[in-house]
């Protein structure tokens, strides 16, 4: 009973495993011989009946011409995403699929769902059946049947993707040993014969749909991740749609038809625009020749387009160096400079464009730069290196890591942490496991902090996981409700402390210091919101946020332009619409919107603040916040510009002092009953 090593990648996946003989590991083929599989799932109707059939890889690939409502491209950019998520949009305009939100789902909008042949399907589903077609390859290439697998993902990649990808994996009828970093995979494959040098990796992966930078510090036949950094939307796809662009604007200047705005349209170039993009590495200039049909009332679209590699690398480069300040991001962070770095290595497909190379070596020798181990491939055969230090046992779901095969210390790629009320701000995100934290933890990390609000009888503790100060802009992992017999004075302490194991579980321990009071939890991979009326529901959070937004228009609106007035009308006009209809990603924008124009609209803002903090504050906090905010009136009433700029200046340092004492923010949304306070 083997193993397996699987790279599920955006654009094509590969599966490798050991040879227990040589000690190595290799690729496995697919039943056409080939190493690579596209990641790419279609829906093809049979000629001799009204039904039709599920097809995956090079069979997808050359269906989706015929059907490009019907095939699904990179479908890993949507494991774990929610439909109201914006950046759906961007896969929306890019793909000829087409997308809607989960009915079941207890969330309104949550989950996204693809369709195919009018079937709704998960990412997990989707990618599922390409697992089904890697697992069923392998068996044919073994001769034996495969039930377990060590998977990749991107190391940037959230904890709802994991587990979207974990999920994947069982649906497909394989036990999921371990979700690997795609870096720290590539690191075991470059590693294979050098067990016994000490190497400094930085990986650079540069996939279909994904980028990921890791520094990884590799010893005998141990490894630990020192750093990660990453774009889950940067990849080869955005390369093809560049190419894609430049087809549509040329049959726009010749046939007049804005092609850019055709779904079947692009589904049909897309294949085109992949063949151009391999062909400008190794080229000058490559034709872009084809006859496009079935998109066009007006008849076929017949293409004739010439590329220069010198035009798409002008284009590309943006992207190209924004992966590179990654680089620099990660070498500054560990404080290393390019010369402590062993070797570059070149990971995905995309490292074949000359211009990474051209990059990178702006900043390293070009002989660190290495594509030892093929770049397509290397990713699947650490997977299998990985996966052969597995003992498997007759149960498919006993089996455990040999360590004295080696061992990988992973550090978090995001930090994990709390949404907590600081400077009156209850969005504010609160990291108690700093981002690039070792783990599984040696002891667990935590951080103080206090009731928000005067006898609370609830601690309520939303977890979040990202890199935005903003809580609701990370990925929620849980909520944590205790319920108290008595109230809570704001100066009791409140310890959190989290703890993160080789599984990625986190747990949660909440002590109320002095008290007795101890309450531990566990937060599992991809837990998701169960019930609508949690605190960070996107309407609890909307709502208030567009009654302060009208209350801030009444009664500030005389000190905003003509334009500033009438653009906050219309958006408290998309908020009540998309809290009528339900639409959470309109309402999750305009909450955004909302919020800037109540805390970013110079002295009407100021004013607003000043008023609804005066109130809430104790004696004298109260009486000189408002003595300001009078005297700014007073400024504005006389129409004395230089009173009016020195007396907003004294109210803004007053502000900031006085809103240390209060209890609620300023007119924006309201602090939740049982959230904490920074210390």
Sequence with gaps: MKAIGIDLGTTNSVVAVMDDVR????VLSNRGGAALTPSVVSYRKRRSSAEGEVIVGDQAVGNAQNAPQNTIFSIKRLMGREYGEPRIDE???RFGFRLAPDPNDVEADARVKVLLNEEAYTPAEVSAMILRQLKADAELALGETVTHAVITVPAY???????ATREAGQLAGLEVLEVLDEPTAAALAFGIGRETERNRVLVYDLGGGTFDISLIQMTQNNSSVMEVQGNNWLGGDDFDNIIIGWIADWVKSE?????????PFIGKVRPLAQQAKIGLSTQSEVEVVSSIFGVWEGGPLDIDLAIKREDFEAAIRPLIEETHQLVHKVLDNQSLSPEDVTAVLLVGGSTAVPMVHEVLSETFNPSAIKRDVNPMECVALGAAVQASRYTLKESATQSELDTSRGSTQHVTAMNLGIAAVENNDPDTFVPIIEKGTPYPLSEPKSRKFYASKQNMNIIRIP????VESKASLNEQQGVIEIPLREGLDTSTPIEVSFNYDKNRVLTVEVKVLGTGISETRSLTRGQRRTSSSLIDDWREKLSPTMKAAKVFNEGYGVHLTDLERADLTDAIAVAEKALADGDKKAGMR????LENKIMG???????FMADNVGQSLPGRFSTTVLQSAGAVRQALKVGDAVAVDRTTNELKVILAQAMQHSPKGGG???IADGMLSVE
């Design 668 to 670: 924006g949304p309201e």
């Design 157 to 163: 990649f959230e904890e709802r993707q994991r587990e």
């Design 91 to 93: 896969v929306i305009d």
């Design 590 to 593: 305009v909450r955004l919107n």
């Design 601 to 607: 609209s110079g002295v009407a803002s100021l004013l």
């Design 23 to 26: 000690g190595m590991p290799s």
């Design 255 to 263: 046939y007049g038809f804005d092609a850019a705005e055709s779904q």
């Design 463 to 466: 977890v979040y996981e990202g």
